[in-house]
């Protein structure tokens, strides 16, 4: 690439060309100019090169000595971009006044202060989740979308972060459940993050709705315009669809079976959203174990010789973080409707006579008393019947993505 013009950073091409509506610029860095690559309009001019500008020579550099002359580059969360100047200390701890000088002038601007702090934690946060910087950044906008509208005042800050995490890690397509943020957050309950988050979906979906208004649109109209921008809210609870691959590659299991587990659940999923189903209300990760478990119990029935070991129940809950008895539930309620030809397993995934089949070896599996004829008796009513008290319709689709 020609070192005098480079893309724009992610976080620039969010900008729209004022003249035909594009989203591609590129960087002059010759003359200082950021130009949109549709049309060539300069949507910015004479800005600062942060780049290095200096040559080092090792031998000759003083221990200590930065050579740059620009300084740090540009954060997008500041207010003044982090290019504002403040009040150091002086040397040997003297000075009390210039020490008060620097107090007062901290206190200035609240809201870098806030995003500053929010840097740190969501930082530290990421990297203990092992997420990308991409996660990282997201996190960071919708934190500084949530401070500048005040969606979150009052609130508890660690479980905001949480919160902006949980709804970063979604929309990069690496979600993380509730419980696996407040592992490496212990000081927060999956009860505050969950508020918090619902705080941010109306925050979200008030503008779409505002957005709507002012464009002529229905609320889904505008979804479908927004698509995969930032304030996006489709979607953004965690599905146990989002789970499955993360699990199966965490057990190392054969691609081609990952991809079953997901197709089983996106068929699960729109199951819920039609009809009332028992493990509606329970938590995604128990519907993605619950599930995996049934499909690996398919696949040994397809190819007994060949199949991967069928791990048992307390593997599952090391991966998914739960009581092994919780995932044995979850897959009790489910095995009527996996057992069903055409429910949940398409035909090219397992034919009649391997789901036939599939219901003794669920009880060979979960053990004496695990799967007896009371409890298939139980099962079969209400894969035929909607249970009592549960959720219809879009209800059901909103508890199996809880």
């Excluded at 100047?85 to 000075?95: D, N, Q, S, W």
């Excluded at 979906?205 to 921008?229: N, P, S």
């Excluded at 009332?276 to 499909?295: E, K, N």
Aim: proline share 4%; glycine share 10%.
């Amino acid at each position: 690439m020609d070192t005098l013009y480079a893309p724009v950073g992610a976080l620039r091409q969010e900008r729209v060309c004022a003249d035909c509506g594009g989203r591609d610029f590129v960087e002059d860095h010759a003359a200082g100019d950021i130009v949109c690559k549709a049309c060539g309009l300069v949507a910015e001019a004479h800005i600062i090169d942060e780049r290095s500008e200096w040559r080092t020579f090792g031998d000759k550099e003083k221990e200590g000595d930065d050579p740059s002359r620009v300084g740090g580059a540009q954060n997008p969360f500041m207010n003044d971009g982090g290019l504002s100047t403040g009040i150091g200390k002086l040397p040997g701890g003297a000075g009390g006044q210039y020490n008060t000088l620097m107090r007062l002038h901290n206190r200035q601007n609240v809201s870098d202060r806030a995003m500053q702090t929010a840097s740190r934690e969501v930082a530290t946060t990421c990297e203990r989740l092992r997420m990308t910087d991409a996660v990282r950044n997201s996190a960071l906008e919708i934190y500084k979308d949530v401070h500048d509208n005040k969606a979150l005042k009052g609130r508890a800050l660690k479980a905001v972060y949480a919160a902006c995490i949980f709804v970063a890690a979604k929309r990069e397509n690496t979600p993380r459940t509730f419980k696996e943020i407040c592992a490496v957050m212990p000081d927060v309950s999956k009860v505050d993050i969950g508020r918090c988050f619902t705080a941010i979906d109306r925050m979200y979906k008030k503008h779409l709705q505002m957005k709507a208004m002012h464009q002529g649109k229905d609320l889904a109209g505008a979804v479908a315009l927004e698509g995969a921008r930032p304030n996006a809210t489709a979607g953004m609870a965690t599905q146990a669809t989002d789970l499955i691959k993360r699990f199966m590659s965490k057990l190392g299991l054969e691609q081609k079976v990952s991809l079953m587990a997901h197709r089983v659940g996106l068929k699960a999923a729109e199951l819920a959203a039609a009809e009332a189903v028992p493990w509606a209300s329970r938590d995604p990760a128990t519907q993605a174990c619950a599930l995996i478990y049934g499909v690996l119990l398919i696949q040994k029935l397809r190819f007994p010789d060949t199949a991967d070991e069928l791990p048992d129940f307390q593997r599952l809950a090391d991966v998914g973080g739960m009581a092994p008895s919780t995932i044995r539930d979850g897959f009790r309620q489910m095995l009527p409707y996996l057992a069903t030809p055409g429910k949940l397993v398409a035909d090219k995934d397992a034919g009649a006579d391997i789901l036939a089949r599939l219901e003794d070896a669920a009880a060979e599996s979960l053990g004496p008393g695990g799967w007896d004829a009371k409890a298939r008796k139980k099962a079969a009513t209400k894969a035929t019947r909607p249970a009592a008290g549960m959720p219809s319709g879009s209800a059901a689709a909103a508890g199996f993505g809880r």
